[in-house]
Protein backbone atom coordinates (compact mmCIF):
# COMPACT_ATOMS: atom_id res chain seq x y z
CA UNK A 1 0.00 0.00 0.00
CA UNK A 2 3.07 2.57 -0.74
CA UNK A 3 2.31 5.46 -2.94
CA UNK A 4 -1.36 5.79 -1.56
CA UNK A 5 -0.96 9.52 -1.28
CA UNK A 6 -2.10 10.16 -4.94
CA UNK A 7 -4.98 8.13 -5.02
CA UNK A 8 -6.39 10.05 -2.11
CA UNK A 9 -5.38 13.02 -3.55
CA UNK A 10 -7.33 11.96 -6.55
CA UNK A 11 -10.86 11.26 -4.67
CA UNK A 12 -10.42 14.47 -2.94
CA UNK A 13 -10.17 16.22 -5.66
CA UNK A 14 -12.82 14.67 -7.76
CA UNK A 15 -15.22 15.90 -4.82
CA UNK A 16 -14.16 18.96 -5.27
CA UNK A 17 -14.87 19.31 -8.65
CA UNK A 18 -18.26 17.41 -8.53
CA UNK A 19 -19.47 19.67 -5.62
CA UNK A 20 -17.31 22.81 -6.92
CA UNK A 21 -18.65 22.67 -10.45
CA UNK A 22 -22.06 22.53 -9.49
CA UNK A 23 -22.26 25.03 -6.99
CA UNK A 24 -19.72 27.61 -8.26
CA UNK A 25 -21.27 31.00 -9.32
CA UNK A 26 -20.64 31.09 -12.89
CA UNK A 27 -20.57 33.80 -15.26
CA UNK A 28 -23.81 33.84 -17.24
CA UNK A 29 -23.45 34.26 -20.60
CA UNK A 30 -25.91 34.10 -23.11
CA UNK A 31 -26.19 30.42 -25.11
CA UNK A 32 -23.73 28.59 -22.92
CA UNK A 33 -25.85 29.57 -19.35
CA UNK A 34 -25.66 27.39 -16.91
CA UNK A 35 -24.23 24.23 -19.77
CA UNK A 36 -20.68 26.11 -18.78
CA UNK A 37 -20.37 23.53 -16.28
CA UNK A 38 -19.80 20.63 -18.22
CA UNK A 39 -16.27 22.09 -18.81
CA UNK A 40 -15.15 20.91 -15.63
CA UNK A 41 -15.91 17.28 -16.94
CA UNK A 42 -15.80 17.62 -20.87
CA UNK A 43 -12.27 19.18 -21.13
CA UNK A 44 -11.35 17.44 -18.35
CA UNK A 45 -11.63 13.91 -20.14
CA UNK A 46 -9.69 15.28 -23.46
CA UNK A 47 -6.29 15.97 -20.97
CA UNK A 48 -6.84 12.11 -19.62
CA UNK A 49 -7.05 10.97 -22.92
CA UNK A 50 -3.88 12.58 -24.42
CA UNK A 51 -1.93 12.13 -21.08
CA UNK A 52 -2.54 8.07 -21.09
CA UNK A 53 -2.08 7.91 -25.39
CA UNK A 54 1.26 9.78 -24.08
CA UNK A 55 2.23 6.97 -21.45
CA UNK A 56 1.14 4.45 -23.86
CA UNK A 57 4.01 5.84 -26.40
CA UNK A 58 6.60 6.35 -23.86
CA UNK A 59 6.23 2.94 -22.96
CA UNK A 60 6.40 1.99 -26.41
CA UNK A 61 10.10 3.86 -26.62
CA UNK A 62 11.10 1.86 -23.65
CA UNK A 63 9.81 -1.58 -25.05
CA UNK A 64 11.52 -0.67 -27.70
CA UNK A 65 14.98 0.02 -26.47
CA UNK A 66 14.73 -3.05 -23.46
CA UNK A 67 12.62 -5.61 -24.85
CA UNK A 68 11.11 -6.52 -22.24
CA UNK A 69 7.03 -7.86 -22.38
CA UNK A 70 5.97 -5.98 -19.33
CA UNK A 71 6.68 -2.28 -21.32
CA UNK A 72 3.98 -3.71 -24.03
CA UNK A 73 1.80 -4.39 -21.37
CA UNK A 74 1.80 -0.99 -19.99
CA UNK A 75 1.25 0.00 -23.54
CA UNK A 76 -2.06 -1.25 -24.38
CA UNK A 77 -3.25 -1.27 -21.04
CA UNK A 78 -2.49 2.89 -21.17
CA UNK A 79 -4.14 3.26 -24.69
CA UNK A 80 -7.19 0.97 -24.02
CA UNK A 81 -7.69 3.38 -20.49
CA UNK A 82 -7.33 6.08 -22.90
CA UNK A 83 -9.88 4.95 -25.58
CA UNK A 84 -12.31 4.68 -23.02
CA UNK A 85 -11.90 8.49 -21.81
CA UNK A 86 -11.67 9.19 -25.33
CA UNK A 87 -15.03 7.86 -25.94
CA UNK A 88 -16.84 9.69 -22.64
CA UNK A 89 -15.14 12.86 -23.66
CA UNK A 90 -17.19 12.29 -27.11
CA UNK A 91 -20.37 11.32 -24.84
CA UNK A 92 -19.96 14.38 -22.87
CA UNK A 93 -19.11 16.84 -25.47
CA UNK A 94 -22.24 15.84 -27.56
CA UNK A 95 -24.51 16.61 -24.82
CA UNK A 96 -23.19 20.23 -24.28
CA UNK A 97 -23.40 20.22 -28.21
CA UNK A 98 -26.95 19.47 -27.94
CA UNK A 99 -27.57 22.65 -25.93
CA UNK A 100 -25.50 24.99 -27.66
CA UNK A 101 -24.56 24.23 -31.12
CA UNK A 102 -27.16 22.18 -32.38
CA UNK A 103 -30.20 23.92 -34.45
CA UNK A 104 -33.42 22.38 -32.53
CA UNK A 105 -35.61 22.97 -36.00
CA UNK A 106 -33.14 20.80 -38.12
CA UNK A 107 -31.31 18.29 -35.93
CA UNK A 108 -29.97 15.96 -38.94
CA UNK A 109 -28.72 19.01 -41.19
CA UNK A 110 -27.21 20.53 -37.73
CA UNK A 111 -25.01 17.08 -37.06
CA UNK A 112 -23.40 17.40 -40.26
CA UNK A 113 -22.12 20.55 -39.70
CA UNK A 114 -21.32 20.06 -36.36
CA UNK A 115 -19.72 16.53 -37.30
CA UNK A 116 -17.19 18.78 -39.19
CA UNK A 117 -15.51 20.32 -36.73
CA UNK A 118 -11.82 19.77 -36.62
CA UNK A 119 -11.41 19.11 -32.91
CA UNK A 120 -14.21 16.54 -33.43
CA UNK A 121 -12.66 14.88 -36.18
CA UNK A 122 -8.87 15.32 -34.60
CA UNK A 123 -10.21 13.11 -31.74
CA UNK A 124 -11.79 10.91 -34.20
CA UNK A 125 -8.21 10.33 -36.00
CA UNK A 126 -6.82 10.04 -32.15
CA UNK A 127 -9.68 7.18 -31.55
CA UNK A 128 -9.31 5.64 -35.20
CA UNK A 129 -5.78 5.12 -34.91
CA UNK A 130 -6.17 3.53 -31.74
CA UNK A 131 -8.27 0.91 -32.78
CA UNK A 132 -6.62 -0.06 -35.44
CA UNK A 133 -3.59 -0.41 -32.70
CA UNK A 134 -5.95 -3.03 -31.10
CA UNK A 135 -6.64 -4.57 -34.19
CA UNK A 136 -3.29 -4.87 -35.35
CA UNK A 137 -2.38 -6.49 -31.96
CA UNK A 138 -5.03 -9.13 -32.29
CA UNK A 139 -4.27 -9.93 -35.88
CA UNK A 140 -0.71 -10.99 -34.23
CA UNK A 141 -0.23 -14.19 -32.28
CA UNK A 142 3.25 -14.32 -31.30
CA UNK A 143 3.72 -11.98 -28.24
CA UNK A 144 7.12 -10.84 -28.83
CA UNK A 145 5.96 -9.96 -32.55
CA UNK A 146 2.77 -8.11 -31.50
CA UNK A 147 4.70 -6.49 -29.31
CA UNK A 148 7.02 -5.01 -31.47
CA UNK A 149 5.05 -4.26 -34.33
CA UNK A 150 2.42 -2.62 -32.37
CA UNK A 151 5.15 -0.66 -31.00
CA UNK A 152 6.42 0.53 -33.93
CA UNK A 153 2.79 1.41 -35.19
CA UNK A 154 2.34 3.17 -32.12
CA UNK A 155 5.35 5.37 -32.05
CA UNK A 156 4.57 6.07 -35.66
CA UNK A 157 0.82 7.14 -35.56
CA UNK A 158 1.77 9.04 -32.36
CA UNK A 159 4.60 10.99 -34.72
CA UNK A 160 1.44 11.68 -37.18
CA UNK A 161 -0.99 12.78 -35.00
CA UNK A 162 0.28 15.70 -33.64
CA UNK A 163 1.07 17.50 -37.30
CA UNK A 164 -2.89 16.30 -37.59
CA UNK A 165 -3.70 18.35 -34.70
CA UNK A 166 -1.70 21.33 -36.11
CA UNK A 167 -3.05 21.02 -39.35
CA UNK A 168 -7.04 20.01 -39.53
CA UNK A 169 -7.68 23.50 -37.91
CA UNK A 170 -6.16 25.36 -41.03
CA UNK A 171 -8.48 23.68 -43.40
CA UNK A 172 -11.42 23.65 -41.31
CA UNK A 173 -14.13 26.45 -40.05
CA UNK A 174 -15.37 26.07 -36.36
CA UNK A 175 -17.77 26.25 -33.57
CA UNK A 176 -15.73 25.39 -31.29
CA UNK A 177 -14.59 27.55 -28.90
CA UNK A 178 -9.97 27.73 -28.92
CA UNK A 179 -8.87 27.57 -32.55
CA UNK A 180 -5.87 28.68 -32.32
CA UNK A 181 -4.61 26.32 -29.72
CA UNK A 182 -5.71 24.08 -26.47
CA UNK A 183 -9.30 25.28 -25.40
CA UNK A 184 -10.04 26.42 -22.08
CA UNK A 185 -6.23 26.43 -21.11
CA UNK A 186 -5.15 30.01 -21.73
CA UNK A 187 -5.71 32.48 -19.31
CA UNK A 188 -8.12 34.31 -21.34
CA UNK A 189 -10.83 31.79 -21.82
CA UNK A 190 -11.58 31.37 -18.23
CA UNK A 191 -13.41 33.24 -16.14
CA UNK A 192 -11.19 33.12 -12.83
CA UNK A 193 -13.49 31.79 -10.29
CA UNK A 194 -14.26 29.01 -12.41
CA UNK A 195 -10.39 28.32 -13.07
CA UNK A 196 -10.42 27.43 -9.16
CA UNK A 197 -11.93 24.43 -10.10
CA UNK A 198 -10.51 23.44 -13.33
CA UNK A 199 -6.98 23.11 -12.72
CA UNK A 200 -7.51 20.74 -10.02
CA UNK A 201 -10.28 19.30 -12.18
CA UNK A 202 -7.98 18.25 -14.59
CA UNK A 203 -5.29 16.77 -11.95
CA UNK A 204 -7.98 14.87 -10.39
CA UNK A 205 -9.07 13.42 -13.68
CA UNK A 206 -5.99 12.49 -14.97
CA UNK A 207 -4.99 10.81 -11.56
CA UNK A 208 -8.45 9.01 -11.85
CA UNK A 209 -7.43 8.26 -15.56
CA UNK A 210 -3.75 6.66 -14.29
CA UNK A 211 -5.33 4.73 -11.50
CA UNK A 212 -7.57 2.79 -13.72
CA UNK A 213 -4.91 2.18 -16.04
CA UNK A 214 -2.43 0.64 -13.24
CA UNK A 215 -5.61 -1.44 -11.72
CA UNK A 216 -5.50 -3.07 -15.22
CA UNK A 217 -1.88 -3.12 -15.68
CA UNK A 218 -1.37 -4.87 -12.39
CA UNK A 219 -4.60 -7.69 -13.49
CA UNK A 220 -2.43 -8.24 -16.82
CA UNK A 221 1.09 -8.36 -14.98
CA UNK A 222 -1.15 -11.37 -13.10
CA UNK A 223 -2.39 -12.95 -15.76
CA UNK A 224 1.06 -13.02 -18.11
CA UNK A 225 3.24 -13.22 -15.03
CA UNK A 226 4.77 -16.56 -16.57
CA UNK A 227 6.03 -14.53 -20.26
CA UNK A 228 7.63 -11.70 -17.77
CA UNK A 229 11.07 -11.90 -17.54
CA UNK B 1 26.65 5.39 -42.36
CA UNK B 2 24.49 6.26 -45.50
CA UNK B 3 25.73 4.22 -48.80
CA UNK B 4 24.55 5.75 -51.99
CA UNK B 5 25.18 2.96 -54.09
CA UNK B 6 23.98 0.52 -51.84
CA UNK B 7 20.51 1.85 -51.94
CA UNK B 8 20.93 2.10 -55.48
CA UNK B 9 21.81 -1.21 -56.05
CA UNK B 10 18.87 -2.80 -53.82
CA UNK B 11 16.81 0.00 -55.93
CA UNK B 12 18.05 -1.75 -59.35
CA UNK B 13 16.77 -5.10 -58.31
CA UNK B 14 13.40 -4.04 -57.19
CA UNK B 15 13.34 -2.26 -60.68
CA UNK B 16 14.63 -5.41 -62.12
CA UNK B 17 12.16 -8.06 -60.67
CA UNK B 18 9.40 -5.41 -62.05
CA UNK B 19 11.00 -5.66 -65.06
CA UNK B 20 10.72 -9.25 -65.49
CA UNK B 21 7.11 -9.83 -63.52
CA UNK B 22 5.35 -7.77 -65.03
CA UNK B 23 1.90 -9.12 -64.05
CA UNK B 24 2.12 -6.82 -61.02
CA UNK B 25 3.11 -3.63 -63.04
CA UNK B 26 0.12 -4.28 -65.84
CA UNK B 27 -2.31 -5.46 -63.04
CA UNK B 28 -2.05 -2.72 -61.17
CA UNK B 29 -2.35 -0.61 -64.82
CA UNK B 30 -5.34 -2.31 -65.58
CA UNK B 31 -6.82 -1.55 -62.08
CA UNK B 32 -6.54 2.10 -63.26
CA UNK B 33 -8.02 1.40 -66.61
CA UNK B 34 -10.88 -0.39 -65.37
CA UNK B 35 -12.30 1.99 -62.19
CA UNK B 36 -11.51 4.87 -63.85
CA UNK B 37 -13.76 3.39 -66.83
CA UNK B 38 -16.19 2.18 -64.62
CA UNK B 39 -16.65 5.76 -63.19
CA UNK B 40 -16.81 7.08 -66.58
CA UNK B 41 -19.58 4.51 -67.32
CA UNK B 42 -21.41 5.28 -64.18
CA UNK B 43 -21.38 9.38 -64.31
CA UNK B 44 -20.57 11.79 -66.93
CA UNK B 45 -18.87 14.84 -66.48
CA UNK B 46 -18.77 15.89 -62.85
CA UNK B 47 -18.82 18.69 -60.72
CA UNK B 48 -15.21 19.65 -60.02
CA UNK B 49 -15.98 18.67 -56.13
CA UNK B 50 -16.77 15.51 -56.95
CA UNK B 51 -14.09 15.12 -59.73
CA UNK B 52 -11.65 16.24 -56.76
CA UNK B 53 -12.93 14.11 -54.27
CA UNK B 54 -12.88 10.99 -56.98
CA UNK B 55 -9.42 11.39 -57.93
CA UNK B 56 -7.92 11.52 -54.72
CA UNK B 57 -10.06 8.43 -53.72
CA UNK B 58 -8.83 6.65 -56.81
CA UNK B 59 -5.23 7.69 -55.99
CA UNK B 60 -5.52 5.99 -52.61
CA UNK B 61 -7.00 3.03 -53.78
CA UNK B 62 -4.22 2.59 -56.54
CA UNK B 63 -1.87 3.65 -53.99
CA UNK B 64 -2.80 0.57 -51.51
CA UNK B 65 -2.70 -1.94 -54.40
CA UNK B 66 0.62 -1.00 -55.77
CA UNK B 67 2.84 -0.59 -52.42
CA UNK B 68 0.79 -3.80 -50.73
CA UNK B 69 3.23 -6.10 -52.64
CA UNK B 70 6.53 -4.29 -51.90
CA UNK B 71 7.38 -6.17 -48.56
CA UNK B 72 4.84 -9.27 -48.95
CA UNK B 73 6.85 -10.46 -52.42
CA UNK B 74 9.95 -11.13 -50.09
CA UNK B 75 9.98 -14.28 -48.92
CA UNK B 76 11.10 -15.15 -44.93
CA UNK B 77 14.38 -16.90 -46.98
CA UNK B 78 15.27 -13.58 -49.08
CA UNK B 79 14.32 -11.08 -46.28
CA UNK B 80 17.39 -13.53 -44.51
CA UNK B 81 19.71 -13.04 -46.81
CA UNK B 82 19.17 -9.51 -47.31
CA UNK B 83 20.01 -9.26 -43.65
CA UNK B 84 22.98 -11.09 -44.17
CA UNK B 85 24.53 -8.34 -47.07
CA UNK B 86 22.34 -4.95 -46.35
CA UNK B 87 21.34 -2.47 -43.67
CA UNK B 88 17.63 -1.94 -42.60
CA UNK B 89 18.01 1.52 -43.69
CA UNK B 90 19.62 1.11 -47.07
CA UNK B 91 16.75 -1.62 -47.50
CA UNK B 92 14.05 0.62 -46.16
CA UNK B 93 14.91 4.03 -48.18
CA UNK B 94 15.74 1.63 -51.53
CA UNK B 95 11.75 0.37 -51.14
CA UNK B 96 10.94 4.24 -50.38
CA UNK B 97 12.35 5.30 -53.32
CA UNK B 98 11.37 2.29 -55.92
CA UNK B 99 7.89 3.41 -54.61
CA UNK B 100 7.90 6.65 -55.05
CA UNK B 101 8.33 6.09 -58.65
CA UNK B 102 6.26 3.70 -59.03
CA UNK B 103 3.56 6.33 -57.81
CA UNK B 104 4.34 9.17 -59.56
CA UNK B 105 4.20 6.49 -62.73
CA UNK B 106 0.96 5.91 -61.92
CA UNK B 107 -0.46 9.11 -60.57
CA UNK B 108 0.54 10.73 -63.95
CA UNK B 109 -1.51 7.78 -66.02
CA UNK B 110 -4.54 8.46 -63.83
CA UNK B 111 -4.21 12.06 -64.67
CA UNK B 112 -3.95 11.34 -68.12
CA UNK B 113 -6.97 8.55 -68.27
CA UNK B 114 -9.26 11.20 -65.95
CA UNK B 115 -8.83 14.14 -68.20
CA UNK B 116 -9.68 11.67 -71.02
CA UNK B 117 -12.18 9.76 -69.92
CA UNK B 118 -14.20 12.29 -67.14
CA UNK B 119 -13.30 15.62 -67.94
CA UNK B 120 -11.29 18.95 -67.48
CA UNK B 121 -12.63 20.99 -65.13
CA UNK B 122 -8.83 22.62 -63.80
CA UNK B 123 -8.36 26.02 -64.34
CA UNK B 124 -4.56 25.71 -63.31
CA UNK B 125 -2.75 22.80 -65.09
CA UNK B 126 0.82 23.09 -64.07
CA UNK B 127 -0.10 23.26 -60.32
CA UNK B 128 -2.15 21.13 -60.54
CA UNK B 129 -0.22 18.58 -62.07
CA UNK B 130 2.30 19.38 -59.63
CA UNK B 131 -0.10 18.90 -57.00
CA UNK B 132 -0.41 15.67 -57.48
CA UNK B 133 2.41 13.78 -58.25
CA UNK B 134 3.03 15.44 -54.81
CA UNK B 135 -0.02 13.95 -53.16
CA UNK B 136 1.18 10.42 -55.02
CA UNK B 137 4.36 10.80 -53.28
CA UNK B 138 3.24 11.85 -49.68
CA UNK B 139 0.67 8.46 -50.43
CA UNK B 140 3.23 6.17 -51.22
CA UNK B 141 5.39 6.96 -48.27
CA UNK B 142 3.41 6.55 -45.43
CA UNK B 143 1.98 3.30 -47.16
CA UNK B 144 5.29 1.73 -47.80
CA UNK B 145 5.60 2.11 -43.95
CA UNK B 146 2.28 0.76 -43.24
CA UNK B 147 3.48 -2.34 -45.99
CA UNK B 148 6.29 -3.27 -43.96
CA UNK B 149 4.11 -3.52 -41.18
CA UNK B 150 1.56 -5.55 -42.62
CA UNK B 151 4.05 -7.66 -44.51
CA UNK B 152 5.67 -8.23 -41.04
CA UNK B 153 2.14 -9.12 -39.12
CA UNK B 154 1.88 -11.19 -42.16
CA UNK B 155 -1.27 -9.77 -42.87
CA UNK B 156 -3.13 -8.84 -46.34
CA UNK B 157 -3.66 -5.24 -47.59
CA UNK B 158 -6.78 -4.83 -45.56
CA UNK B 159 -4.68 -4.40 -42.84
CA UNK B 160 -2.83 -1.66 -44.50
CA UNK B 161 -6.05 0.24 -45.17
CA UNK B 162 -7.54 -0.21 -41.57
CA UNK B 163 -3.66 1.51 -40.21
CA UNK B 164 -3.44 3.68 -42.73
CA UNK B 165 -6.79 5.50 -43.06
CA UNK B 166 -6.61 7.36 -39.93
CA UNK B 167 -3.03 8.45 -40.40
CA UNK B 168 -3.56 9.88 -44.61
CA UNK B 169 -7.08 11.97 -43.64
CA UNK B 170 -4.93 14.92 -42.93
CA UNK B 171 -2.70 14.74 -45.98
CA UNK B 172 -5.65 14.14 -48.36
CA UNK B 173 -7.71 17.33 -46.54
CA UNK B 174 -5.10 19.65 -47.36
CA UNK B 175 -4.16 18.15 -50.87
CA UNK B 176 -8.37 18.60 -51.72
CA UNK B 177 -7.87 22.08 -50.61
CA UNK B 178 -4.93 22.47 -52.18
CA UNK B 179 -6.64 21.39 -54.89
CA UNK B 180 -9.88 22.77 -54.84
CA UNK B 181 -7.55 26.67 -55.53
CA UNK B 182 -6.31 24.75 -58.44
CA UNK B 183 -10.19 24.08 -59.74
CA UNK B 184 -10.81 27.77 -59.32
CA UNK B 185 -9.44 30.85 -61.02
CA UNK B 186 -10.49 33.12 -57.77
CA UNK B 187 -8.66 30.94 -55.04
CA UNK B 188 -4.94 31.09 -54.61
CA UNK B 189 -2.82 27.59 -54.40
CA UNK B 190 -1.24 28.58 -50.79
CA UNK B 191 2.37 27.72 -50.33
CA UNK B 192 2.34 27.03 -46.75
CA UNK B 193 0.59 24.37 -47.56
CA UNK B 194 3.03 22.67 -49.73
CA UNK B 195 5.56 23.38 -47.83
CA UNK B 196 3.88 21.56 -44.83
CA UNK B 197 3.03 18.57 -47.24
CA UNK B 198 6.91 18.33 -47.98
CA UNK B 199 7.41 18.99 -44.53
CA UNK B 200 4.84 16.03 -43.48
CA UNK B 201 6.60 13.59 -46.25
CA UNK B 202 10.10 14.48 -44.76
CA UNK B 203 8.74 13.45 -41.30
CA UNK B 204 7.46 10.26 -42.35
CA UNK B 205 10.91 9.13 -44.47
CA UNK B 206 12.56 10.31 -40.91
CA UNK B 207 10.34 7.98 -39.30
CA UNK B 208 10.80 4.72 -41.38
CA UNK B 209 14.34 5.58 -40.76
CA UNK B 210 14.27 5.51 -37.34
CA UNK B 211 11.54 2.57 -36.69
CA UNK B 212 12.18 -0.03 -39.44
CA UNK B 213 15.45 -1.02 -38.08
CA UNK B 214 13.22 -2.48 -35.27
CA UNK B 215 10.68 -4.49 -37.54
CA UNK B 216 13.16 -5.86 -39.72
CA UNK B 217 15.07 -8.22 -36.96
CA UNK B 218 13.07 -11.35 -36.12
Not at chain 2, 177 to 204: M, R
Request: hydrophobic share 55%.
Amino acid sequence: MKKIWWKILCVVLLFYTIIGGLLVKIPNLPVLGETIRNLFFHVGMWAVMMTLFTCSVVQSIRYLSKMNIRYDIYAHNYASTGILFGLIGYATGALWMNYTWADPNAPSYSFSTVARDPKLIGTAIALLIYFAYFILRQSIPDIDKRAKISAVYNIFAFAMLFPTIMIIPRILPSLHPGQEGNPALNFKDVDSTMRLIEYPAFVGWTLLGVWIATLKIRINLIKEKHFIK
Amino acid sequence: MLNKSKILTLFKKDVLLEVRQQYSFYGILLYIVATIFVLFLAIEEPEKEVWNGLFWIIQLFVCINAVAKSFMQESKERMLYFYTISSPVHFVLAKLLFNSLLILLMTALSLILFFAFIGNPVQKLLPFIGLALLGGWSLSLVFTFLAAIAAKAQQNAAIMAVLGFPLIIPQLMLLMKLSNAAFSASLTVHWVDVILLVALDLLVGLLSVILFPFLWRD
